[in-house]
């Protein structure tokens, strides 16, 4: 399968190469069969309800 993790970068909140690096690593030692992509997003989008949605399945 594939995940893919949306970050917001602020300034309180810098990712480095090397974080993102050990991230990707770490994840893929406990989920071996899924492929993981860091994407980097203005803002999280909401709900109608104003709550974020943690998981969204495409099948």
């Not at 994407?39 to 943690?54: A, C, F, L, M, P």
């Amino acid at each position: 399968g594939k995940c893919q993790l949306k970050i917001v970068k602020s300034k309180k909140f810098l990712l480095t190469e090397n974080n993102e690096k050990e991230i990707k690593n770490e994840l893929k030692r406990l989920y071996p069969n899924i492929e993981f992509y860091i994407s980097y997003v203005e803002n999280i989008e909401r709900t109608k309800r104003g709550k974020y949605k943690y998981l969204i399945q495409n099948i």
